[in-house]
């Protein structure tokens, strides 16, 4: 019998080897498939509370079938699923316990490989950082996009469209009847947002780091290749387990380099940043917000998907999706070439449509335009901003600041006729960060106020110490870091101070002398947190700042897959 790591269990001599076996047996299992084969579990975050994740059951059955098919002994486990339009306060307070929990039920049971099923936005992180941890043989497949969503005769796309909806009807250009009714033609199947949101950004990134086979990322998730490549997948991991092929051989730094360029590439959401820098953090990559920009800058965005474009995921797999990307990454020298895959050496893809993704030589924006990482004296440690989502005219920017404590403060005030805005005015909006939240919410990118809508303004400049959506746009700096609730400058803003955005400059600059900061951080005391006990009095106390990856400081780097103990 081979020596696997789950012959440990169901080749043990004895009682115990009885016991392992014997309760499998329950479900129907004969006793050939105790025969040393290899054992792969199959985390799966299907969940009806996670809509994006619902039909993820489905896709565990095609990949049972390829792991059966290649030998194995497929074994589903269901996951925590993070579904981000449901989970309050925010589903990124849960992203670190579900890559608890995926690291802690990968490492207790008897498993030689694992694929990892995922599809909402914080849930493909959350799988590729417990994973990451443990470092068993691992392959994802991600759940695949919804299909582009139609309204009146024209796309509409998940999450962009809510805003635009949402302005429209403040604007009383559409009825509430017709924001109803516009709301269930955006989502018109299983899948996750199908514009290029966090969730298709981190499937690209999944695949562009070389954790998801070729093509996985763009399939539509009712797709019949979709659950063709769920299949190829479980074939492919039991071949990964005797290649002992881990993800600390592909999570190298050249991935995460090429990882970042294909996020330029593809204009992905700015929270791959946060993601990807607590994704290096497990494999012990020295990874920091200013290579998103330094490495960012030379690639040209070629992919014209809402939000910043204007086509949706399934023109977007049509095109050949991520394949293309990796191709004409590659023909332009941007991109690693001698990386491990969890399918080997990447092989060039040809593109079906150069309107979605676009050439090297004549790009939909051209270099530099994709995500800036801004320093100064608001932000020390970094902040972002996502040009193409922004504004032209505001990327240099000078105004006075009107200040909030919370998000909310802004919501309650927001369609005073009396709010002293002007399109001149920078929104700060603060106490959004990972502990002052907590748990870093999507608040950043506030409405306009309704007075300025009314004026035909649909854009500010706002400047926030959490995120924004992937789907969502506007001239909006984001993880300013550190945040006001560990005392970062944001905190001692004060509304009519001026502020300068320089995105060129890659500066952002509070108007206030440091005498008058001291004198003010002298004055300054720390928002009094209510948790007291619970998981978020945990994450309070051990979330690490948005430009270490909001992680948690206890799971940095990798466990390994020994069991501690062995009681049996
Ligand atoms: Fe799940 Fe957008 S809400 S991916």
């Not at 990874?287 to 809402?306: H, I, K, Y």
């Not at 870093?440 to 959506?469: F, H, W, Y």
Request: with cysteine; aromatic share 6%.
């Amino acid at each position: 019998m081979p020596d696997r790591r789950s012959s440990a269990w169901f080749g043990a001599d004895g009682r115990a080897g009885m016991i392992h076996r014997s309760w499998m047996r329950s479900q129907g299992l004969g006793p050939e498939v105790f025969d040393g084969r290899p054992v792969i579990g199959i985390a799966t975050s299907a969940s009806e509370l996670a809509p994006c994740n619902v039909h993820l059951d489905r896709v565990a059955e095609a990949v049972k079938r390829g792991v059966w098919q290649a030998g194995g002994l497929p074994l589903a486990f269901p996951t925590m699923a993070t579904g981000e339009t449901l989970m309050r306060p925010t589903a990124m307070l849960y992203r670190n316990l579900m890559a608890m929990e995926v690291e802690e039920l990968i490492r207790a049971n008897p498993l030689d490989g694992v694929v990892l099923l995922s599809g909402c936005d914080k849930t493909t992180p959350a799988m590729l950082m417990g994973a990451a941890s443990v470092d068993l043989p691992a392959v994802m497949v991600t759940g695949g996009p919804m299909l582009n969503g139609k309204f009146r005769g024209e796309d509409v796309g998940s999450g962009t469209h809510v805003w635009k909806f949402e302005e429209e009807r403040k604007a009383g250009r559409m009825t509430e009847e017709e924001c109803f009714f516009a709301e269930g033609c955006m989502a018109r199947s299983n899948g996750h947002c199908m514009t290029m949101g966090t969730a298709s950004t981190m499937a690209c990134l999944a695949e562009a780091l070389g954790m998801q086979l070729p093509g996985s990322a763009a399939w539509p998730a009712v797709d019949a290749r979709r659950f063709e490549t769920a299949q190829a997948a479980g074939q492919r991991i039991v071949a990964m387990v005797a290649e002992d092929l881990r993800p600390s051989a592909i999570l190298t730094r050249e991935a995460f380099e090429n990882a970042i360029r294909v996020n330029a590439a593809i204009g992905g959401s700015t929270n791959a940043i946060v993601h990807l820098l607590a994704l290096a953090g497990r494999v012990g990559v020295p990874l920091s917000t200013a290579d998103f920009d330094e490495l960012g800058r030379a690639v040209p965005t070629l992919v014209n998907l809402m939000p910043s474009g204007r086509f949706l995921m399934e023109d977007f797999c049509y095109a050949g999706g991520v394949p293309v990307v990796l191709s004409r990454l590659a023909e332009a020298g941007l991109l690693h070439q001698d990386v491990r895959t969890v399918s080997g050496p990447r092989e060039p893809a040809k593109c079906w449509n150069d309107e979605v993704i676009t050439t090297v030589a004549e790009p939909f924006q051209p270099p530099g335009t994709g995500t800036a990482v801004l320093t100064g004296n608001l932000a020390p440690e970094g902040a972002v901003l996502k040009q193409s989502a922004a504004s032209p005219e505001l990327l240099t920017h000078t105004g006075p600041a009107l200040v909030f404590d919370t998000a909310e403060d802004y919501h309650r005030v927001a369609d005073d006729p009396d709010l002293p805005v002007t399109p001149d005015t920078v929104l700060v909006i603060r106490g959004a960060g990972p502990k002052g939240y907590p748990g870093m919410p999507e608040v950043a990118n506030v409405p306009i106020p309704k007075k300025l809508v009314e004026q035909g303004i649909t854009d500010l400049v706002r400047i926030c110490d959490g995120r924004m959506s992937g789907t969502g746009y506007g001239t909006v700096v984001l993880h300013v870091s550190p945040e006001s609730a560990v005392g970062g400058p944001l905190a001692l803003v004060r509304t009519g101070d001026r502020i300068t955005l320089d995105t060129p400059a890659r500066e952002l600059t509070l108007h206030v002398s440091d005498d008058e900061l001291a004198a003010r951080r002298a004055d300054w005391t720390p928002p009094e947190s209510p948790y007291r006990s619970g998981y978020t009095w945990l994450y309070r106390e051990h979330v690490t700042q948005a430009h270490h990856g909001a992680d948690f400081d206890f799971l940095h780097g990798t466990r390994g897959s020994a069991v501690p103990r062995d009681s049996h």
